[in-house]
């Protein structure tokens, strides 16, 4: 490909967009002004959505975006549309949605035939060069669609028409029930634990994602007794003892890839996912709180680890977006896997021999490229070598772990899979969540300051309390580009982080942060006719949205990051607890008796509805820890073991009781003088005589 021509995403801010900017073909940026050149010259919108990380995208643009001829029949008969999925959700769920009333088909690359006014009337996802895969090739398919547009037209207009209220009546649905409770809550932790894997862990069959937030759901459940509480532990351990054994956990760098394509998480698609590392990092850190085993502890240091070093912005503060798979198309997954030749060119011959069983590294490896590849993950426990090998476990340890050492520093003598540096609004406030609970859980002081710090970026550049959110922080690229507005999701997850980082500091400017952003949700999102929450914000007066993005949505299924419906729900609801303010529960009730009737059908995708009915179901546990000595140090220990979904840990000094939110202003002030630090459990309206014992408060919170 000519690296002279530069088409118009030569303009753009998003990596993946600026990726295609030499392609022979006139790409535009989603807008008004492409679908306008669309109108004027009588021609379909070819619309292509994908992302920096997604292979196949990659592919697609090797095989057919980059080939001349077929850049010449796209650039005669189409308008070339390119979205960045990450960059805009909303455009991608709406016609992810569309396609699959089409084709039954969605994913990335998303390939899309649209009118000039932006309604669907054809698509699908990877089209080849030419006839295979039982697929048509993407030629012919170029070519029928532009000829059903210019001499079908009004088979064109019918399509459209019928694509465009089918996801008005699938994307806007809600089935209303009267005070979802326990009942609905005990029959989805049920429905999750039914599709458990009970040979391999996770849910089904291949492929296989994490599915963080049925783990989550399953740890709460474990704690609380009940029919189910033993069969939640044991499918919720198992699965996240599997994972981290597993291909699927970077057993050099640390953190997950985004899923396994075997039932037995051996080999993954390779590209790491913020969201994902932030999801899974809160289920092994609430694991360990949970349970106590220390492997959990050591597979969230892990994620921290790949976190720090590839994830972050170490100086402004900040999330990076992903990693790609791989650097180049004839990679596939190379960077991450290894040949028997290649582990023993840089490891001692007793190295080789402890990490030949540690890693199972194989003759005939994991990868159908190239089967001498394998794929890193556990075979033997190193007790079991040291046997073998007729060495000490000590000793074991101590050459896997220069092994180890050895094998990660020569990876990173290869070509290093691209790291997108966009930083998301939303994928941060998962991610500081995420480090806000693994450095109060794991005692990890500098993770904290680490996750304040960014969290003081994004706020300052990302929130005006009269524009509201943005969806972009900043570019990888460094490019700048029209504001994109925020969406649910980015309000819901911000908000619940900025929530975290008052109850870790006692700063009540956090605080006050979080309740304008809850403040600005509840006008721009919330469904005050029908309940719940829309995942784009309506403003008066402002234009008319293109195509399917006139669509109103109410996200209720984890797709795979939680739904943007119960994290506002989780937010109104911890809102509620800390303020008078009655309208936050109302809003947060309405919302849940707003999916009850069809959230069960969802199963463990309705994950996150659980975890935010459950928060409802049971009364508001607030633990106050007052001090900053040792002792407020042992009994914020004891305050965060053992996770529950309606629990929070508050930590507070003296000095800031004038400066509390409304219901523990009634509260803490007019406590008697307690010399030293102390903790206050409050349950609902009710709070606890101070406790200054660390095994009272252990007991007392078992207890509440």
């Known amino acids: 490909m000519s690296t002279e021509h530069e088409n118009s995403l030569g303009r753009a801010a998003s990596a993946y967009l600026r990726s295609a900017r030499h ?51 796209i650039n005669e008969h189409f308008i070339a549309v390119k979205v960045d999925r990450d960059e805009r959700p909303d455009v991608d769920t709406r016609y992810q949605a569309a396609i699959s009333t089409i084709s039954g088909q969605g994913g990335w690359p998303l390939t899309a035939f649209l009118t000039p006014e932006g309604k669907p009337y054809f698509g699908g996802t990877y089209f080849p060069p030419d006839d295979r895969y039982g697929r048509p090739s993407f030629q012919r398919v170029l070519l029928t669609m532009a000829d059903v547009f210019q001499n079908r037209r009004d088979e064109v207009e019918e399509s459209a028409g019928g694509v465009m209220l089918a996801i008005e009546e699938n994307e806007s649905f809600s089935v209303p029930a009267g005070n979802p409770g326990a009942p609905l809550l005990d029959k989805l932790v049920a429905l999750t634990v039914s599709q458990f894997d009970q040979k391999n862990g996770g849910f089904g069959s291949q492929p296989k994602f994490p ?12 704690s609380r007794g009940g029919e189910l509480a033993e069969q ?37 698609h390779f590209e790491k996912m913020a969201y994902d590392n932030s999801e899974l990092l809160k289920n092994y850190v609430h694991a360990f709180q949970s349970f106590g085993e220390p492997e959990f502890a ?182 700048s580009a029209a504001r994109v507005a925020g969406v649910l999701e980015d309000y819901g997850f911000l908000a619940n982080a900025v929530l975290d980082a008052w109850e ?36 008066e007066g402002a234009p008319q949205p293109i195509g399917a993005l006139s669509t109103r949505r109410k996200p209720l299924q984890d797709a795979p990051t939680p739904a943007g419906n119960s994290v506002a729900v989780t937010l109104l609801l911890r809102l509620a607890a800390l303020t008078n303010h009655s309208d936050y529960g109302e809003r947060a009730q309405e919302t849940l008796e707003a999916f009850a009737g069809v959230v069960e059908h969802f199963g463990l995708y309705a994950a996150s509805y659980g975890l935010a009915l459950r928060r409802a179901v049971e009364s508001s546990v607030q633990i106050c820890v007052v001090g900053d000595d040792a002792r407020a140090r042992e009994l914020e ?20 009781f004038h400066e509390l939110p409304a219901a523990l202003a009634e509260t803490l002030p007019n406590l008697p003088q307690v010399e030293g630090s102390f903790a206050v459990v409050c349950k609902g309206n009710t709070c606890l005589p101070p406790i200054q014992s660390v095994e009272e408060l252990r007991n007392t919170t078992t207890r509440v």
């Open 232 to 268: 939640a532990r044991h499918v919720a351990t198992v699965t996240l003892q599997k994972m981290a054994a597993g291909g699927i956990h970077d057993q050099l760098a640390g953190g997950f890839h985004r899923y396994s394509v075997d039932e037995r998480w051996i080999v993954p």
């Open 298 to 479: 050591r597979v969230a240091k892990d994620i921290l680890r790949w976190m720090d070093e590839w994830l972050s912005d170490r100086e402004q503060g900040g999330f990076y977006a992903s990693q790609d798979a791989d650097d180049s198309l004839d990679d596939d997954g190379d960077y991450f896997t290894w040949t028997r030749a290649e582990a023993k060119a840089v490891l001692t011959a007793e190295e080789f021999a402890v990490a030949e069983l540690y890693f199972n590294l194989r003759d005939v490896g994991d990868m159908h490229h190239n089967p001498q590849k394998n794929v890193l993950h556990l075979g033997e426990p190193v007790e079991a070598i040291a046997r073998k090998l007729n060495r000490a476990l000590d000793e074991v340890n101590e050459t896997l772990a220069a092994a180890t050492g050895k094998l990660y520093a020569a990876r990173l003598q290869r070509k290093t899979p691209y790291v997108d540096k966009t930083i998301y609004t939303g994928w941060n406030g998962m991610c500081l969540a995420a480090y806000f609970e693994a450095a109060r859980v794991l005692d990890l002081p500098e993770v904290r300051s680490f996750a304040l710090r960014s969290l003081d970026r994004v706020l300052n550049v990302a929130w005006d309390p009269v524009e509201g959110l943005a969806h972009v922080v900043a570019y990888g690229e460094g490019g």
């Open 23 to 73: 392609q022979p073909i006139d790409w535009h940026e989603w807008g008004t002004e492409a679908f306008a050149k669309a109108e004027r010259e009588n021609k379909p919108v070819l619309l292509d959505i994908g992302a920096v990380w997604c292979h196949w995208c990659h592919v697609m643009d090797r095989e057919s975006y980059e080939n001349a001829a077929t850049a010449e029949v």
């Open 211 to 222: 599915n963080s937030g049925a783990i989550d759901l399953l740890i709460d459940a474990a």
């Open 637 to 656: 220990a004891a305050a965060v073991a053992g996770f529950a979904v309606n629990k929070s840990v508050i930590r507070l000094d003296r000095s800031r």
């Open 504 to 539: 870790s500091t006692g700063e009540l400017r956090y605080f006050t942060a979080a309740q304008a952003i809850a403040d600005v949700m509840l006008v721009r999102f919330y469904d005050a006719a029908g309940g719940g929450f829309f995942d784009t914000e309506r403003m």
